[in-house]
């Protein structure tokens, strides 16, 4: 017999004494029973009401629907958009205002619904888009844009050289206080309608890199009608893209419908609608592709693509990406003041064994603050698994274990115990790689207290200025750089005017010849600026202000029939050339 | 009826929540992203710089006129969030409870029956089982039998609207799970019940009449049993915080736990503050129910 | 003291022991309780490995002759995890029975013996506890306090106070009232001698029942908590937290959710058993 709570015991012994006792009359038992009959029905009455029309899933997106009629009068005949392609990834989207969009969520689906002045291939090749041409005038500080004729927005409103202004003029307009503000305000000083289909950019310095911030997410062009009307952009995006948005609901699913006036008939839009789901849990989200549920996902645990690559009508695929992943340390604790102690770090940690075990050989190791494919990488040198000249280089900065207990201690007999803090499931393997980190350097004698944190509250933990973040000591982050090219690494992480909360520096690295070099291949172009990058590497590199971990892969797992998926190693995966075949 | 004073007892211990976390409850309050104003402004708002009482009788009031703020994370209005997912783990509550009541009292029937043979034997492990095993456990034991191995259901719930499909694989965890203390129960006062009428009419009656003799039996035994399913739903609610997580069922005890690991303090007090009331609630309709059996408790 | 000691050797406990010996239940639930417990108090000598650190290149491999129960993601040994686990759960579940059953007892007992508005007082109290189903009240506590292994001790504590005091007072009552007692306090007994040999042993059959089902109850409530992330910490193994992380890796190294699974399940069927067991022979009629 199960011992209950006091209150069960009391009933049912009541309930044994009254069934012995009193004949119970027929009646009421027959009610009991109908009410929990009742009962039973209105549940799962409930459940079959609640459950509604279940997303619609089309196991393949080939399946011929009703296409819509297509009203635009072609001189090519365009074969009417069909079926619907179900996306699953792990974040909502947080806002479908380019301008005002930082998250890679966001970036992917209003990379559908916007187009810009030029776009990456898969190379992160510019190439062109809204613009046909372009020149670089003045020594790199103008360039005059030839817009495509012949385009619209979805809203019907022409796209022309007052809609490149009309956009650049409000991401500039710091009233607004839009998120890519810092992204441009720095570059651009002005814009000029030159003609209809010409428009200038005036830089305030000949910036290297001004293409790719023009094909970076936040140079997507919204409509002029609807940033002068005042509505807000974040949730009725219109661009110029192969689909608009249908349907938002938030922390849920966002439907896009095609555009059928769309610009580029050679690129026409393949599906009806694509609809992307948030499935938060990468293994979740790899299931529902097993199950026929979506079609395509982002994400997939490592362990699993190989063995999961052509089972059933599944292919997956790996793309090395620009981010890195790093774990930054407070260079206002005292601890991490001696190059020594964070160089030791760095050889304590074997990143090679991380990756071949964690990430199942996903990864590279990182041999600078930029990854690889990043325009502007150089090698910067290679902190190699070495557990004995991590210990000796301790030794030298004073830390050494004096009593035998296994951790290290200083001449004033403190522990060296350092707090690593992570996020789990933002990144791929975070968590496990921040275990490995803790088990590494407990091996050389240092004390790790693990913490683990929910992505948004560790976001404003370590945005924190120095004064307010005690705690800080190390902690895991990764960048990629949605520009493709290292002044978007090198400026925000490692300048002295970006520590955090004004910029992402959250490590408060400050080296006045990095300063100098970072302002430097702002200015220049070519070869110099390539020179100027590399040396601010090889600088940032030796001094270590983190332990550099791993350039990562990303991962995408699709039906065999999806076709066009173009992987931008920004992290972006491209949707818009997308169809079933 | 105790109710009303223990619902407010445990709203007095759900509302000192804040005050017993490390830190000032205002800047708890306000959320991380506060500033100085936000966190002056929240203490104004909620009372925070009035003796305890009066906190606590303005935290009552916002209850009970359903004006609950906004989450500290998504800045969503509280009701929109805790309602909708309430009701979801009401549908996952019921649908589980109807499976332990059809699976265990069906189970505990034939092992009372055939007491003592083999049946009765596999019936009663099952039933140590259900006990002994976590419902996390049993969860993952479902979804590799049917999500990985037969890719028949789905292992996880997409959106926040679970359709059908979505609801099978955590109900039946659930169901399981409660499935097992029904059949023992039912099985044991079965047992009571049979022994006195079953000997006493069997030896003067005859074989057709034990039909009648099961029958009479089976309805004496239900109301135990039935009045302990009623009171299994509150450690159905229990359970489903951790089958909720592991379907990513969106539901209100998922809710809680992430709201606790996103430090979202409110939505875990008014969260938690429902489910006790629903608890209490069934509760005390399962008194009531009985008291409507016997008039004689009704005096106790 | 020796008056308790005396107290318990009654020819009625002697065959009481004896009746425990033949129930099947308890044999089988006792045996499974002391080999969890050995195992516990042995790990670290029959660890074949540490629990805490593992070779990043023996990551995920199958059962082997090293690993008879193979290597997690960090290329931690699984049997050694799985044995320290059995540590981790005893010192919570202990703990936190302790705990409660000392709190309970104090609280409880002397609300039943003062009786009155302190009587009601408490055990209002422990009714607005009960009013939090199971695992919400410790999640709360775990809310409160964050997590960690001392929270858990502490949750479990929590969580199980309730129904000890209950049983204390109630013991506490029914022997206050009973004719034994008056006698003895007619007599002139000492406060603390009555305790001793009237109170303590009637209490005890309800308690130890009790003991045994919610440890059962803690183990499971101790690893649901570690499953959600709000128990015990990495790198510290524990069962349920051990199956948390074998989600991700379910279709590649299915071992790593199947033997601390094992464990658990067997773990608290002894106990079940036990207290089942314990609990037929001790209290063969439902007192009412």
């Not at chain 1, 720095?186 to 030159?194: A, D, G, K, L, N």
């Not at chain 1, 006036?261 to 789901?277: L, S, V």
């Not at chain 2, 009765?120 to 492990?125: L, Q």
């Not at chain 3, 013991?171 to 007994?189: C, L």
Request: glycine share 8%; proline share 5%; aromatic share 10%.
């Amino acid at each position: 017999m199960i011992l209950y709570p006091n209150n069960t015991q009391k009933t049912f012994n009541r309930c044994i004494r009254l069934v012995r006792e009193r004949g119970i009359s027929t009646s009421a038992i027959i009610g009991i029973v109908v009410v929990i009959l009742v009962i039973a029905i209105a549940g799962a009455y409930l459940a079959t009401r609640g459950g509604g029309a279940p997303a619609t899933t089309t196991a393949s997106p080939s399946t011929t629907t009703t296409a819509p009629a297509t009203t635009t009068t072609t001189t090519t005949t365009v074969a009417p958009p069909k079926g619907t392609l179900i996306v699953a990834m792990g974040t909502d989207a947080s806002t479908l205002d380019p301008q005002d969009a930082t998250d890679n969520p966001s970036e992917m689906v209003n990379r559908i619904i916007y187009e810009g002045l030029v776009e990456f291939d898969q190379n992160l090749n510019i190439k062109p888009m809204l613009a046909e041409s372009w020149d670089i005038k003045d020594n790199g500080t103008t360039y005059v844009f030839h817009l495509r004729k012949g385009v619209f927005f979805q809203d019907g409103t022409p796209f022309d050289a007052y809609a490149v202004k009309t956009n650049f003029d409000r991401v500039l307009n710091s009233t607004l206080k839009l998120q890519r503000y810092s992204l441009y305000a720095p570059i651009i000083s002005s814009v000029e309608v030159i003609d209809n289909y010409t428009v200038a950019f005036h830089l305030k310095m000949p910036f290297g890199a001004f293409l790719n911030d023009l094909a970076h997410g936040a140079g997507l062009i919204i409509s002029p009608t609807l940033i002068n009307s005042g509505k807000d952009v974040k949730t009725n995006p219109v661009g110029t893209g192969p689909y608009m948005l249908q349907e938002w609901v938030k922390g849920d699913h966002i439907t896009l419908v095609a555009n059928p006036n769309y610009w580029n008939k050679t690129a026409a839009p393949k599906f009806e609608k694509i609809i992307i789901k948030v499935v938060a849990d990468d293994k979740a989200r790899e299931n529902l592709l097993k199950t026929g549920d979506v079609d395509l996902v982002l994400r997939i645990p490592p362990v699993d693509v190989a063995s999961l690559n052509g089972t059933g009508n599944i292919i997956t695929r790996a793309y090395p990406t620009s981010r890195v992943i790093y774990i930054a340390m407070n260079l206002m604790n005292q601890k991490f003041q001696d190059v020594r102690v964070r160089q030791a770090f760095n050889y304590a940690v074997d990143k090679e064994a991380i990756i071949n075990s964690i990430l199942n050989g996903l990864g590279k190791p990182a041999t600078s603050p930029l990854a690889s494919s990043t325009y502007g990488y150089c090698y910067a040198g290679y902190y190699k698994y070495n557990v004995t000249l991590a210990k000796e280089l301790l030794k030298e900065a004073g830390w050494w274990d004096r009593d035998g207990d296994g951790y290290v201690e200083n001449a004033n007999g403190q522990k060296l115990e350092v707090n690593l803090w992570t996020p789990q499931g933002r990144y791929v393997g975070d968590y496990q790689m921040a275990q490995a980190v803790q088990s590494y350097l407990n091996a050389i004698g240092v004390k790790v207290n693990l913490q683990v944190w929910e992505w948004t509250s560790y976001l404003n933990e370590v945005r924190k200025p120095y004064n307010q973040s005690q705690n800080k000591e190390l902690f895991l982050m990764g960048w990629a750089p949605s520009t493709g090219e290292g002044d978007w690494v090198l400026r925000p992480l490692l300048a002295s005017w970006m520590w955090a909360p004004a910029g992402s520096n959250y490590g408060y690295y400050n080296n006045t010849q990095v300063d100098e070099l970072i302002q430097k291949q702002m200015v220049t172009l070519g070869q110099d600026r390539l020179n100027a990058m590399c040396q601010a590497q090889k600088i940032v590199y030796n001094d270590a202000p983190w332990i550099f971990m791993v350039e990562m892969y990303d991962t995408l797992g699709m039906k065999s029939n999806v076709k066009g998926v173009v992987y931008l190693p920004i992290e972006i995966v491209m949707l818009k050339y997308a169809y079933s075949g | 009826m105790l109710l009303i004073p223990t619902l407010l007892g445990a709203s007095i211990i759900i509302f000192l929540m804040i005050h017993f976390l490390p830190g000032d409850p205002a800047q708890i309050l306000a959320g991380p992203d506060a500033t100085l104003q936000d966190i002056q402004n929240m203490r104004i708002r909620l009372g925070l710089d009035k003796p305890l009482p009066v906190q606590y009788f303005l935290f009552m009031e916002r209850l009970l006129t359903w004006n609950l703020g906004n989450s500290l994370v998504s800045g969503f209005p509280i009701t929109s969030l805790i309602v909708p997912r309430f009701l979801n783990t009401l549908k996952l509550a019921l649908l589980a409870i109807s499976i332990s009541l059809a699976i265990g009292i069906v189970l505990g029937i034939v092992a009372a029956l055939k007491r003592n043979t083999t049946a009765d034997r596999i019936v009663m492990i099952f039933a140590l089982l259900g006990v002994s095993m976590p419902v996390f456990l049993l969860a993952v034991l479902l979804i590799v039998i049917f999500s990985i191995k037969l890719h028949i259901l789905p292992a996880t719930v997409i959106g926040s609207t679970p359709s059908i499909r979505h609801l099978v694989l955590p109900s039946l965890t659930l169901g399981l799970i409660g499935a097992a203390p029904i059949a023992r129960m039912t099985r044991s006062s079965m047992i009571e019940a049979l022994s006195q009428e079953y000997i006493k009419t069997s030896e003067a009656f005859g074989f057709s009449i034990r039909k009648i003799i099961l029958v009479h039996a089976l309805r004496n035994a239900l109301i135990p049993v039935v009045t302990v399913a009623g009171l299994n739903f509150g450690y159905l609610l229990a359970g489903a915080v951790i089958t909720e997580t592991v379907f990513a069922y969106p539901g209100l005890g998922r809710l809680i736990v992430d709201s606790i690991f996103a430090r979202d303090y409110p939505v875990v007090q008014f969260g938690l503050m429902m489910i006790v009331a629903l608890f209490a609630v069934v509760n005390t309709v399962v008194d009531v129910l009985y008291a409507l059996i016997n008039p004689r408790v009704r005096l106790e | 003291m020796s008056g308790f000691l005396e107290s318990l050797l009654t020819p009625q406990n002697k065959m009481l022991l004896r009746k425990l010996r033949r129930n099947k239940n308890v044999l089988l639930g006792g045996v499974l309780v002391l080999i969890f417990i050995a195992i516990a108090i042995l790990s670290p000598i029959i660890s074949p490995y540490s629990p805490t650190s593992g070779n990043l290149s023996e990551a995920l491999r199958p059962p082997s002759s090293n690993h008879p129960f193979g290597t997690d993601y960090l290329g931690r040994d699984i049997l050694s995890r799985v044995i320290w686990g059995a540590r981790i759960s005893l010192v919570v579940a202990v703990g936190g029975i302790a705990i409660s059953i000392l709190s309970g007892a104090i609280i409880g007992g002397f609300a039943g013996y003062i009786g009155g508005a302190i009587d009601d007082l408490t055990m209002g109290v422990v009714n607005i506890l009960l009013a939090f189903p199971d695992i919400l009240l410790a999640l709360f506590v775990a809310a409160v306090t964050g997590p960690g292994l001392e929270n858990v001790i502490l949750a479990i504590g929590v969580y199980n106070f309730p129904q000890f005091a209950r049983i204390a007072r109630g013991a506490v009552i029914s022997v206050k009232t009973s004719d034994y007692v008056e006698a003895a306090r007619a007599s002139g007994e000492t406060k603390s001698s009555i305790f001793f040999r009237y109170v303590l042993p009637n209490s005890m059959s309800p308690i130890v029942v009790h003991a045994t089902l919610r440890t059962a109850a803690s183990i499971l409530t101790a690893a649901g908590l570690s499953f959600l992330g709000l128990g015990v910490q990495p790198p510290t193994p524990e069962w349920g937290a051990m199956i948390s992380e074998a989600l991700y890796y379910l279709d590649a190294a299915p071992y790593m959710w199947v033997f601390p699974g094992i464990f658990l399940v067997l773990t608290v069927l002894g106990f079940n058993l036990l207290g089942d067991g314990l609990n037929d022979v001790l209290n063969p009629r439902i007192k009412d």
